[in-house]
């Protein structure tokens, strides 16, 4: 779903608020230990609401007013089910609230799983200075992969175009495979077109022209990382970027299998993870890849991934970003999910904000007066 339609309404309200927003004057250099050994800092209180001192606190050192802030909440309350929503502001926690679970409460964030897979290739492709892949061989933006090379699953080529496809295609979704359900049975075939009457045997359009939401296309990335890498999504991004940031709570489902191509982590969705720890991947691309000090991902892969593609005005290499409506935070980008299940990360404000839930009716509106709730509790 694009971001045009949602923002529009809205366009008015930023004209008076951003104004008053303070530019950037830096990100908070604060990293937050694991969640075994603490975890995130906060200028809440262990229960309950917080005083009049406390929320002087958090007006004076985070820079928001945590009444209006609650009206954030109490939105996200008025949709059913389990739900968290934390917000983070200059490395503080600055609201926290939960229903039907808590802190540790896992839930599935759906398509803001496809985030941490274009992140995996942000470790490894050769546009962002990475290493050589085992073997030697290079991978880069602009590699075809549709071949015995890189995704042999792919032959023979349902349609000849597939030929063309190229990783930045397949992570800007722009590679024409279309947008309809991968079945759970035989996931990588079907994405492939090598059942019978698999929607992707032929392609919507030609490679770099078209833009569709595709979990299929996303399947083929799935594959194509097993070859390229060695190995699976979550083992490496494990080893590579969960444990150097202190993600502990984190799990990938895994499709395919049983006689067929597979199993392998979905990719395009199935991760389970709490607020905490999907703050900490928000935190770490609000840092452009940095951590404590350390460089965990290219600062140039996000350059990449926030940019729309040529074809999208709002969606970049798997995250959507905001560039319709001129007087929001031009740099807001955001992972989707399934049933709100995001992630906001907003860099001239050093702000994350993330909302996870398992209900699944919600009122109209709702993505849009949460985001502007939440941005109306800014006030330096």
């Not at 000090?293 to 969606?315: C, H, L, N």
Request: proline letters at 6%; charged letters at 25%.
């Amino acid at each position: 779903m694009g971001l045009s339609k949602i923002w529009l309404s809205v366009s008015l309200f930023f004209i008076f608020l951003v104004p008053t927003l303070a530019a950037d004057k830096g990100l908070s250099t604060y990293f937050p230990p694991t969640e075994e050994k603490g975890g995130w800092r906060s200028l809440l209180p262990e229960s309950g609401e917080p005083d009049a001192a406390q929320k002087a606190k958090i007006r004076e050192v985070a820079g928001m007013d945590w009444d209006k802030l609650q009206e954030a909440w109490k939105h996200n309350a008025t949709a059913e089910g389990g739900t968290g929503l934390l917000v983070i502001r200059k490395g503080q926690v600055v609201g926290e609230w939960y229903r039907g679970g808590e802190r540790a409460t896992a839930y599935n964030i759906y398509s803001s799983s496809k985030a941490y897979t274009s992140t995996a290739f942000g470790l490894i492709l050769d546009d962002f200075g990475n290493k050589p892949l085992p073997g030697g061989k290079k991978l880069t933006l602009d590699t075809k992969v549709c071949n015995a090379d890189w995704i042999p699953e792919s032959l023979p080529l349902a349609d000849s175009r597939k030929a063309d496809i190229t990783v930045r295609h397949l992570l800007n979704l722009t590679s024409g495979i279309g947008g309809e359900g991968v079945p759970q049975k035989q996931p990588f075939e079907s994405s492939l077109g090598h059942i019978e009457n698999s929607p992707f045997a032929k392609l919507k359009g030609d490679p770099g022209t078209v833009f569709h939401y595709s979990n299929a296309g996303l399947a083929h990335l799935v594959l194509l990382f097993q070859h390229a890498q060695g190995e699976d999504l979550f083992p490496f991004v494990k080893k590579n970027l969960f444990d150097p940031i202190g993600m502990q709570r984190v799990e990938w489902m895994k499709i395919g299998g049983d006689g067929g191509i597979g199993p392998y982590n979905q990719g395009y969705s199935g991760i389970h993870t709490n607020p905490r720890e999907h703050a900490r991947f928000c935190y770490l691309a609000l840092h452009k890849g940095e951590w404590a000090g350390k460089r965990i991902v290219p600062e140039s892969y996000y350059d990449f991934a926030w940019t729309p593609s040529k074809v999208k005005d709002d969606y970049g290499g798997q995250w959507w970003t905001m560039p319709s409506l001129k007087d929001a935070p031009a740099d807001l980008v955001i992972t989707r999910g399934k049933d709100f299940n995001n992630g906001w990360v907003v860099p001239s404000l050093d702000l994350v904000f993330v909302r996870l839930g398992n209900g699944q009716k919600f009122p109209k509106d709702f993505e849009r007066d949460l985001v502007v709730k939440v941005l109306a509790a800014v006030e330096k």
